[in-house]
């Protein structure tokens, strides 16, 4: 006695398969939060350095707008915000994961404004915004095929 059943192929996600894709995607929502973490912190302790004119940055540089301490005020409060955001990632908030995308997109501007007073350090966290950027475009948002 055999059972006969029809399967439209169009619809049909294995559940095994469809759990893997979503383990993916929300590790790569979760690996972007660690980062908007990990980008908050140095941006904390990057702006506490600007403003109280610590003797790592280079001296006597020439900036685009603002100077040293301004860009450690923005910096600063930008990594306040990221950090703020992160939780919101980690709650799987969908608001503050664009939240997110701003944040880490106004960050990745200041990081290339801020070149001039550590150039390596800020083309580093540049490159951190937009993996963490990434992540949260890319995979933070699906509803697989079985939802529908």
């Not at 960050?107 to 937009?130: E, R, T, V």
Request: with cysteine; net charge negative.
């Amino acid at each position: 006695m055999s059972v006969h059943t029809t399967v439209n192929r169009e619809t049909y996600v294995p559940s095994d398969l469809s759990r893997a894709d979503e383990d993916h995607r929300s590790g790569w929502v979760t690996f972007a939060g660690v980062l908007m973490l990990l980008v908050g912190t140095l941006n904390i302790i990057d702006g506490i350095a600007a403003i109280s004119k610590a003797h790592f940055f280079v001296g006597n540089t020439d900036y685009i707008a603002g100077d040293l301490n301004t860009w450690g005020w923005v910096v600063l409060c930008l990594g306040i915000a990221a950090i703020l955001v992160a939780l919101g990632i980690f709650a799987k908030n969908q608001f503050a994961r664009w939240i997110g995308v701003g944040v880490l997109g106004l960050n990745a501007i200041s990081q290339l404004m801020f070149i001039p007073a550590y150039p390596f350090w800020s083309l580093s966290i540049f490159a951190i915004d937009i993996l963490a950027i990434y992540g949260l475009v890319a995979y933070g948002s699906h509803r697989s095929r079985t939802e529908f």
